[in-house]
């Protein structure tokens, strides 16, 4: 058996290759409407050579055929063929060379020239298998009108190693799967660090979808996934799933639904979408023959893989992976009768549908013949991602709802808000949250970035970022993984402090005056915002930090502050919270600077101040116990009276604020102690301080 062949691409190389490995008895694949779809989508990537991989090993075929095809008569075989694609010409002997000279420039043609490939199965009329072609280069322009995604697959193909960006795709086999299990497996192929290797096969999805569920039959072949099973398949890959019923299709509910598809593909999310699929056939009237009319008629039930979109100049698109045409299949969303007019009857209740759209040979696009129209969204999300985008994007509408209509009131008072209206624009997506810290620690822009990157946040995040007048002005984080009951919005990154203020102001000044403040609609925590914005309540150890410094640790031991691993804490340690009937004098009439002898203190996390002897060369950590504390220092006494200052190595050093804070420390004493203001004073801190180990 030969190991491959190389030929020019073409229509009919593509069918002369599949039957040297089948033989003439396999279908000519070029009739079918899947080839031809992938024909004219290679043909727009300028695609010049084909090479045939004769046998191969297809992970997802070779499960499926031990679980059915062994067992029927006809053998069918456990081996695939694999079609390889380039665009550069290459030739059967240019391939040869590579193996005999590793460091071939024909090598760098081969991998730099890379296509994708297609499995075919051994399997009469169903036979198109795991499918990896290369996305247009449009969609990498960074255009923000358009977005896909793609995953990374590594292809080995004789040792040498390639590469493409897309998402699988494969027709069902009518057999094991339905289209329903093939718009699964695509779904868990476009999931963000999906393992490849550990999705599973369309048999072992429909198995998953068909065994829990009552009444349901555990055989094959497989007539169709209803939405519950589709869910059940989901939860056997410890997926969480967001169901979506769409009710009605008037034109608002479009732009709704488009705008949900939007918020999950940034967000690097594939969508099942349920449809039901209309065929447009002639209403045959003699009487009206310059006029053609039309009717709608229903055929079956549908589901498909969404998995990018365009949405520029009005013109709203979808890119599916529709196993009955192909992969990354266009598909526009409109008013019915913009894509089948003169419509006679079997649409009347129904107002806008999903058109896909295929070329010819020569890139045409054909009229439009069959249309969906959608019931249900299913999104496979991470299982600790419980909040669907639709509550997120409700919010954030009702935010901007909010602003539109507190500019309007100036609008109708007579002033000039023209400036203002249409300003506030908002951008949903799911991130985690090592990725938006990454982000923000990079962006210089970030005004709050010590309180974003500093506070305990869940793993996933949605992000809502708000522009004013085109400009990104903050953006609103919301806990994913929390309940829809709960206080949902994590926390705000500031970009810029005036657009900021300008956007959210007006909920600041409802707050403030007391009125009513506008009630969350349904769905949405647009009240979570709000109180959210309400000014935090100061506790004592706001009061703490802002006195004596943010809790600091010791920056490290002593070697005679231990002694076998145990640290020597000092015994006889003067604690004080509040007011003692003493003086300085009382306790410390031995501290003089003329006798070298003085004390420390340290103020305790909680506000206590401490205060000790430093003996031989044990210091602070031996008041706190090794316990983070506050700011520190010594009390002394020269000729001109009692003086504090900061020295203090360990707990210290590094307060910008050192001299502000040693002078509430001062106030401290005062509260503590019976102390003469011309008797007690603050020797402030300064750059020799930095060095003292106390």
Not at 10 to 23: A, D, H, P, Q, R
Not at 441 to 446: K, P, T
Not at 498 to 504: K, Q, R, T, W
């Amino acid at each position: 058996m030969f190991p491959y062949l190389v030929c020019e691409f073409g229509k009919g190389t593509l069918s002369n290759l599949v039957k040297e490995c089948f033989g003439t008895d396999f279908p000519d694949i070029i009739k079918k409407k899947q080839v031809n779809y992938i024909y004219n989508y290679l043909n727009d990537l300028e695609a010049k050579s084909v090479l045939l991989e004769a046998e191969y090993v297809d992970k997802d075929y070779l499960e499926d055929y031990s679980r059915y095809y062994v067992k029927c008569f006809t053998r069918y075989g456990e081996r695939c063929a694999r079609l390889h694609f380039f665009k550069e010409k290459i030739t059967h002997s240019d391939f040869d060379s590579i193996f005999e000279d590793i460091d071939s420039s024909n090598k760098d043609k081969i991998t730099d020239s890379y296509l994708g490939f297609v499995v075919v199965k051994p399997i009469p009329k169903t036979f198109i298998g795991k499918t990896c072609l290369k996305v247009y280069e449009s969609f990498f322009n960074e255009e923000s009108s358009k977005a896909l995604i793609t995953q990374k697959y590594t292809v080995g193909l004789f040792g040498l190693k390639l590469h493409v960006d897309t998402v699988a795709f494969q027709e069902q086999d009518k057999v094991l799967s339905a289209c329903a299990t093939t718009a699964i497996w695509s779904a868990l192929h476009g999931l963000k660090k999906n393992n490849i290797r550990d999705i599973p096969s369309s048999g072992e999805i429909t198995l998953a979808a068909i065994n829990h569920i009552n009444n349901s039959s555990n055989s094959f072949p497989n007539d169709g996934l209803t939405n519950k099973q589709i869910l059940r398949a989901l939860d056997v890959e410890r997926l969480r799933h967001h169901l979506i019923n769409i009710e009605t299709y008037d034109e608002s509910n479009k732009d709704r639904i488009f705008e949900i598809i939007k918020i999950y593909i940034d967000s690097k999310v594939p969508i099942i979408l349920g449809a039901d699929i209309y065929e447009k056939q002639k209403y045959e009237n003699e009487s009206n023959e310059d006029n053609q009319e039309y009717i709608i008629n229903r055929l079956d039930g549908h589901a498909v893989t969404v998995l990018g979109y365009q949405d520029l100049d009005n013109e709203k698109v979808l890119y599916l992976h529709d196993d009955r045409i192909g992969p990354f299949a266009r598909a526009r969303i409109g008013r019915i009768k913009d894509f089948v007019p003169n419509i006679k009857s079997g649409a009347e209740k129904l107002d806008w549908c999903i058109a896909l759209q295929e070329k010819n040979d020569d890139g045409e696009w054909l009229a439009v013949d069959q249309i969906l129209i959608p019931d249900s969204l299913i999104i496979p999300t991470n299982k600790k991602v419980r909040i669907p985008a639709e509550y997120i994007s409700n919010t954030c509408c009702s935010i901007i709802d909010e602003y539109e209509l507190y500019i309007d009131s100036f609008k109708e008072a007579g002033e000039d808000v023209s400036n203002l209206q249409s300003c506030l624009t908002c951008r949903v997506t799911l991130e985690e949250l090592s990725g938006i810290r990454e982000r923000v620690f990079n962006d210089e822009r970030v005004i709050n970035k010590r309180d974003v990157l500093t506070k305990s946040t869940a793993r996933f995040l949605w992000s809502a970022k708000f522009c004013f007048k085109s400009e990104l002005a903050f953006e609103l984080l919301f806990d994913a993984t929390d309940i829809p009951q709960g206080n949902i919005v994590s926390n705000i990154i500031i970009y810029d402090e005036v657009n900021f203020e300008a956007s959210i102001g007006y909920f600041k000044g409802l707050i403030n005056s007391g009125h009513p403040l506008p009630e969350s609609k349904e769905l949405n925590f647009l009240g979570a915002f709000i109180s959210f914005l309400k000014p935090k309540e100061k506790d004592l150890f706001d009061y703490l930090d802002n006195e004596y410094g943010e809790l600091r640790a010791p920056l490290y031991l002593k070697e005679a502050e231990l002694a076998d691993d145990q640290l020597q804490e000092q015994k006889n340690i003067k604690k004080h919270y509040g007011k003692i009937d003493h003086y300085l004098e009382d306790d410390f009439a031995h501290v003089h600077d003329d006798n070298d002898i003085h004390m420390i203190w340290v103020i305790s996390h909680d506000g206590a101040l401490l205060i000790g002897e430093e003996e031989g060369n044990k210091g602070h950590p031996t008041l706190t116990g090794f316990k983070m504390a506050r700011i520190a220092g010594e009390l002394r006494r020269d000729t001109d009276g009692w003086y504090i200052n900061s020295k203090s190595g360990r707990y210290s050093s590094d307060y910008e604020n050192a001299n502000d804070l040693l002078h509430n420390v001062k106030n401290k004493f005062y509260e503590v102690y019976s102390c003469d203001d011309s008797d007690f004073r603050v020797k402030e801190y300064n750059e020799e301080d930095k060095g003292c180990n106390t």
